[in-house]
């Protein structure tokens, strides 16, 4: 049988040894808890594993994009330099033809005032013959005149010679076919001077009036041309400016695509970089999450191993306590 002191020591120790039971099943259960803990965090690095995946797909994706953007806006300014070089050449050939139909207006021009001069000067013919003819009028009236004095003359000399003859009575001699033959003779001549005369201002004045008239048909013939020309060079302004003002807005809108294909290249270069950036600091906080998750994973195994050290010691301390409570019923 034992003694009442021993009875009391082996309660005392099992009081403690129940005291360090309550201590061990304590940190078994914070050691799970903290394992839990532990567990779940892993998950959310394991999460963030699988994110930046999706990361790199995302950048790599979004880099083809804008290279694609890239070479669509390098086609469109391609495009658009060979829009423009061909409206330069429709402005280039305008602008000959222009300048053709300018230098045959001058041409025009120059016949214009050459022709002018001539008719300013058949103009002066036309006068100096209108004066020319009054004149021949004025001295056919004049010759008219005198032939008509001369007839008179001629006729009172023959009245005179036959009241000679008449009176003095000296020889029977017959004057009377005479007389009549100078004076048809003088008829005729004052009848053909008329009519030459008269055939001769009217000759003149044909020609006079078909010069005149060529002259005028020549004038307006120039005059249709003028105007022609110049419809034609207001037209030929027209489509200059036209051309003119599509070469301003073809260079303008090279100059924005260039600008903004400058812009959208300098954009998505940035873009690019700052991808390739945040790419870089996903790795780097991936790699940190990483050791991290190393670190965790070291300290989850060695709370296992401390784990199953405490519960291995209190298997050994429960099995060592009921041996006591048998020795101690005994």
Request: net charge negative; no cysteine; aromatic share 2%.
């Amino acid at each position: 049988m034992s003694s009442p002191d021993s009875k009391t020591k082996e309660k005392r120790e099992m009081i403690g040894l129940n005291d360090k039971f309550v201590q061990l099943i304590d940190t078994v259960k914070n050691l799970e808890n903290e394992k839990r803990k532990l567990d779940e965090k892993l998950k959310i690095l394991r999460s963030k594993e699988d994110y930046a995946g999706r990361v790199d797909d995302i950048v790599r994706q979004e880099k083809i994009e804008l290279e694609q953007q890239v070479e669509t806006l390098l086609r469109d300014q391609e495009k658009l330099k060979d829009e423009l070089s061909t409206k330069q050449e429709e402005v280039e050939d305008s602008r000959k033809r222009y300048e053709k139909e300018l230098r045959d207006r001058v041409v025009k021009e120059d016949n214009f005032v050459i022709t002018k001069k001539e008719v300013d000067e058949g103009h002066i013919t036309t006068v100096d013959l209108k004066l020319e003819l009054e004149d021949l009028l004025g001295k056919l009236e004049l010759l008219r005149a005198g032939f008509d004095e001369e007839i008179k003359e001629l006729e009172s000399q023959v009245q005179n010679e036959k009241r000679v003859i008449s009176d003095t009575n000296k020889r029977s001699l017959d004057l009377e076919p005479i007389i009549q033959s100078v004076e048809m003779k003088y008829s005729e001549m004052a009848v053909r001077a008329k009519e030459e005369a008269e055939q001769l201002n009217q000759k003149k004045m044909n020609d006079l009036v078909q010069t005149a008239g060529q002259r005028e048909q020549e004038l307006r013939d120039i005059k249709r041309d003028i105007a022609d020309q110049i419809r034609i060079i207001q037209k030929l302004k027209v489509e200059v400016e036209t051309l003119r003002r599509k070469e301003e807005s073809l260079r303008k809108a090279m100059e924005d695509a260039r600008q903004n294909s400058d812009e959208d290249m300098e954009k998505a270069r940035a873009d690019i970089a700052a991808l390739e950036n945040a790419l870089k600091d996903r790795k780097k906080e991936l790699a940190r999450h990483f050791r991290e998750h190393q670190e965790l994973l070291n300290i989850k195994l060695g709370l296992d191993i401390e784990i199953a050290t405490y519960r291995e010691l209190l298997e050994n301390e429960e099995q060592r306590m009921r041996h006591t409570m048998r020795f101690i019923d005994v």
